[in-house]
C-alpha cells in the first residue's frame, strides 16, 4: 500500500512568493493533519480535516496560510506571500480515528524561504 | 490541558548499552499516550502506544515503554542499542477524541 505522499519534497523560494505544498492521504483514511516541524517549536499541529472538512484551523499560523481538502485523495496548503519565517518541514498526516489512533506520516516538505 | 515534557534534548549512549529516554505526561483524563521515531529525512512514524490495556507496552525493533500512572511517565527502553536505532524520538499524548500533543523530541545517538 502506499503511504502518505507529500510533494515537493523540497522547495526554495523568494520572501514574498506563493508556495502550495500538496499531500495525498492514504486511501480509506478519513482525517488528514498537517503539521510543521522546526528547531525551536518542534512539531506544531496546524489544522486537521475529518472528511474533507477543516474541523480545527486553530494552529495556522495567520491569514497568509490557508489549507483546502477538496476531495478524499488530496489536500494543500498553501502561504502567500511567503516570509523567511516560514522556512519549515511540513508534514501530512492521515489516520482511520483521531486521538487513539495511529498517524501516517509522509516524508514531509522542506521549505526554505530566503 | 494536555502536555508532555520529554527530559534530555539529546541522549548519547554506546552500542549494546541500555536506552532509557523519558517521558513525563500531564493529562486531566486517562490519556492514549504514543511513541513515535523520526529517521533523518523522513516522517514520523509509530513505535508504539497505551491505550489503557497492559501498562508495559512492547513495540518494534524491540522497543518497549512502561506506563507509570503514580508517576506519570511513559518511559522508552531498549536493552541493548543498535547503531540504526540513531533516530530522533517523540513521546505523544491525547485524549480519546482529541489531538496528539508532541513533546520537543529527543535525539538518540549510537556510537560504536
Known amino acids: 500500500d502506499a503511504g502518505v505522499i507529500q510533494s515537493p519534497r523540497h522547495e526554495v523560494t523568494e520572501m514574498g512568493q506563493e508556495v502550495t505544498l500538496r499531500c495525498k492521504p492514504i486511501?480509506?483514511?478519513?482525517?488528514l493533519f498537517w503539521y510543521r516541524q522546526t528547531m525551536m517549536r518542534g512539531l506544531e499541529l496546524l489544522i486537521y480535516?475529518?472528511?474533507?472538512?477543516?474541523?480545527?484551523d486553530s494552529g495556522m499560523p495567520e491569514d497568509r496560510f490557508s489549507a483546502k481538502m477538496p476531495n478524499a485523495s488530496f489536500s494543500t496548503l498553501k502561504i502567500q506571500p511567503s516570509e523567511p519565517r516560514d522556512s519549515a518541514v511540513y508534514f501530512c498526516?492521515?489516520?482511520?480515528?483521531?486521538?487513539?489512533?495511529?498517524?501516517?506520516f509522509g516524508e514531509g516538505s522542506r521549505l526554505t524561504v530566503l | 490541558a494536555q502536555s508532555v515534557t520529554q527530559l534530555g534534548s539529546h541522549v548519547s549512549v554506546s552500542e549494546g548499552a541500555l536506552v532509557l529516554l523519558r517521558c513525563n505526561y500531564s493529562?486531566?483524563?486517562?490519556?492514549?499516550l504514543f511513541w513515535y521515531v523520526q529517521y533523518p529525512n523522513q516522517g514520523l512514524q509509530l513505535l508504539l502506544k497505551?491505550?489503557?490495556?497492559?501498562?508495559l507496552v512492547k513495540g518494534i525493533n524491540g522497543f518497549e515503554a512502561e506506563f507509570k500512572k503514580s508517576e506519570t511517565s511513559f518511559h522508552l527502553t531498549k536493552p541493548s542499542a543498535h547503531m540504526s536505532d540513531a533516530a530522533e524520538y517523540f513521546c505523544?499524548?491525547?485524549?480519546?477524541?482529541?489531538?496528539?500533543?508532541f513533546g520537543k523530541g529527543t535525539k538518540l545517538s549510537v556510537k560504536p
Open positions: 498526516a492521515s489516520s482511520l480515528t483521531r486521538g487513539t489512533g495511529e498517524l501516517f
Open positions: 486511501s480509506g483514511h478519513d482525517y
Open positions: 480535516f475529518n472528511n474533507n472538512v477543516p474541523i480545527d
Open positions: 493529562s486531566s483524563v486517562p490519556p492514549y
Open positions: 497505551y491505550t489503557s490495556a497492559a501498562t
Open positions: 505523544a499524548v491525547s485524549e480519546s477524541q482529541g489531538n496528539l500533543i
